[in-house]
């Protein structure tokens, strides 16, 4: 086209970015790639296709990893964490270091490459990506220098196997080995099949950059390989992004497998937008949104929630944009929007779009006859209840709805099974800042969306996983507590005679919502004391009575809201009450143990409340270094209703031990005593009684841990099972865990005299940490 | 809203656009105006890496900046000799062997723009190019003259021959809400200007938010602005992405609501090609390609023509140029 003509129609015209180094690059290798294990490439074997969605081209050939590959690669991470995790710091920080440089350096070829891998546009993989990518190693050279001066007691887990989704195929490496390789840990990761070349570009630098052979190993296949790694004995721990389906039965298949496991699942998360916003700003906001990768982000804002009074406006506003949106070659640097990374993803999209009810809007620009793609898309009048409302589409399509009241826009924000992010627009920081806690999510944007930093915890609740990636949450989901344990596993007295006390009977009940209750079986269990004798009836809980103590929870909610000072207060109060009391809990513990340790349990058991109480009001969120002018706060917030499987060793210290932190932090807690020992925890509740704690706050209830884990840790109301029981009942809890995504926390054979059974570990299970970005500013 | 005004459409000279008559003050509309300042930045900060105009595009796009462009010339030392020459820069701003190689013939600016007494000079000098005379006036740039002699002088420029009058608002009706006011002042000078088209100068360097410069800007369209202006060159920061963006979006949303359409000139500290690149691709995403062409959108500049002759000759022979061949302005 002539300068003339084009004066007439002031287009852009087409401004490719050359693929030509990355073409090199790839012809270097014969366009055929093995794994890179133990520091080497092996040599291509079981080739599948490596396709660029943008035109249907097949770039590579990959390797499809076999058991023996697995194996393989998980002795060599086995191998070298031994000298790893023990070498000097200072020489891992270096490794990142050069990592991040040799990224740098390299930083066009990794984004032409991630673009014609995964069809995103050239300026997200330019701009965005790498650049994230790199950060997140500098980032790391850092932790790996300085974290033994802030985290004592925590060490690396060992292997850890990574499993990786496509729709950023580097930055997830980069989130994912990063925090791995500075914590000490080694790594056998498998990037998602479709995108697996920068992946191997990275495993090509590595050798450069000084790391030691076998510290990071890269297996490429498709959903099998995931699953020998996630099965395979020699791995400590999995880390996974990826769907929420596929999270679920990696949570069930490593259940009772001792795996560390952390989980980024997917999302439906909510845009807000109310009357007082920068309209135009939330638009665009929008367009970075559920626009950006083609909307094949777990966190997009793909759920549009409207203030009713500007619903039209805003919908008018925000179809304006999406006309102008350049939807094309990912490789052309003027394109907003590139190729859907795969045909089944765009078959699933067109699929979930063409059962809609609602009005569907697409943009109206022209796509590529040729690739794989979608236009930009806008569906309204749905209400919460229709199916788009509440699946994951992961697509260029948002849906819309309208609230009242900001109220209404928080329920409806939670109104959903996910919790990874969401976006409130608004100018009013009352509003804003208000509504941030309220909404169940790990990230929340004002004013601003998809912001990420290495610097700051990026990760989900509810089924939108658990972890955190980023930041010093991030390290601590590669790192794990180092604490002494019981050299003599507690001894479980199961033999009784039927001798009865000549005591006159004494009644033990359940306590549930702040009341004393029968089981709802009406069935009790004999328990005796050290010397055999009986010493009383404690009730069988069942199924009903774990329902009824999780409706009390959730009537007590207020709790969470409340402040620290007078949580501290009120555990004060329970260890003054417990303090008067010692002597006849000193007593029964020694009755029931046949020691003479009573005193001493009952002393720390007071001293841990005085702990809690402490902690209270001093367990401080913060802020961290995000590179944007505002502050990326870092908020801990309770994590629910948590139902606790008590030890039946030091039955009083085990159960404030695991109660106060957990009340400490805002949760609602039901503790679940074994019958071996439960006479304390029932004497227990009636200091519980006379300590003015709010009904539903705490809920004792006393049975057979095998026979309740299974209800206690399927119930869909239920955030968090923490189990310090026998590794049956591990088992059962992280399966059932599986169905709502909850967290879990099982140890077992703590010596719960210990300092370390103390602090940080339960306080950091006991909150849930959720990150919100303000941008601020006006000028 | 109140969009009662005259549906009596009075024709701008040369286009067929047109002229805003002005709605009524409507404080509900100027009320209900936000601006994030942070997420405004952000889009300001991402439109260069977003759009990318290369090659013949290129050059043709730098012609269009040339059209619209207000050749201007502001200076307390200003003398009728400079003036001369700044009007035959503004008749060829391309030298003719780079127009040749382009394919085109007649490329001219967008304006010359100069202080009034240099308007003689300047309409005699431009007579049958076709390039309109634009002064600046109302006590630029500080505008804090007695009003009546503000008038006055948008009234001597029009009869001097200016098509085009550059007024400054009274930065203290922004300041202080006073939006009543600042109506009426606009008011005014539009009816001074009679038919000489009213660029308003927001000095938007000293409104101190962004949330005062999309306020201001609205009012100044609901006064009778045909063009809304950043600046007089003369604050200390002029014509910023973030301020052009703001005040794009008040043009597009006074648009849609009364159906006219208000020129944009970001005026000051635009001097490189690469940057009027960047702002012609904010106009044609937030304003459409309408607005690409010098009814609606000029460049208050005095540097940045001689970037682009540079990058133009660059584009036409691949060796990259030196500002010494290039004819001075």
Redesign the interface.
Known sequence: MSVKEILDSMDYGVAPESAGEAKKWLLKHNSSFGHFIGGALTSPKHGFKSVNPSNGEAIASLSQATNKDVNKAVKAAKNAFKSWSAVNPHERAKVLYSIARLLQKNSRLFSVLETIDNGKPIRESRDIDIPLAQRHFYYHAGIAQIYKSKIQNMEPIGVCGQIIPWNFPLLMLAWKIAPALAAGNTVVLKPAEYTSLTALLFAEICSEAGVPDGVINIITGDGCVGEMLVNHPDIAKIAFTGSTEVGRVIREKTAGSGKSLTLELGGKSPFIVFDDADLDSAVEGLVDAIWFNQGQVCCAGSRLLIHESIEDKFHKKIRNRMNKLRVGDPLDKSVDMGAIVDKSQLTRIKNLVSETEGQVYYAECEIPKKGLYYKPTLITGLSPSDKLMQEEIFGPVLVSTTFRTPKEACDLANDTTYGLAASIWSENINLALGLAPKIKAGVVWVNGTNMFDAAIGFGGVKESGFGREGGWDGLKSYLKHSINFSANKAKIKQSHSNQATVNLDRTAKLYIGGKQARPDGGYSQKVFDATNNYAGHVPSSNRKDIRNAVEAMNKASNWSTSSGHLRAQIIYFMAENLHARREEFSKRIDQMSGNKSGKKEVEFSIRRLFSYAAWADKFDGSISGVPVRGVGLTMREAVGNIIVFCPSSEPLLSLISCIAPAIAMGNRVTAISPFVGSLTATDFYQVLETSDIPPGVINILTGNHLDLAPHASSHMDVNAVWSFSEEEVTKTIEFEAAKNIKRTWCLKNIDWFDTRAEGEMFLDAATETKSVWIPYGEG | MATKNSKKLTLLPKAIIPRNTGVDLDLDWVSSI??????????AT?IA?????????Q???L??AVRCMDLTTLSGDDTIGRVKRLCAKAKKPISKTLTDK???NNVKVGAVCVYHDMIETAVSKLTGSGIPVAAVSTGFPAGLSPLPLRIAEIEYSVSAGASEIDIVISRRHVLTQNWGDLYDEVRSFRKACGSAHIKTILATGEL????NVARASAVCMMAGADFIKTSTGKEPVNATLPVSLVMM?AIREYHEKTGFKIGYKPAGGISKAKDALTYL?LV??ELG?QW?SPDLFRFGASSLLGDIERQLEHYTTGVYSASYRHAMG
């Open positions: 936000q601006a994030n300042t942070s997420a405004i930045e952000r889009r991402t890496s977003r759009r990318s105009i290369k090659k013949q595009y050059a043709a796009w012609i269009q382009l394919g085109l101190g938010t962004l949330r979006r691709s044609k995403e390609d690409l």
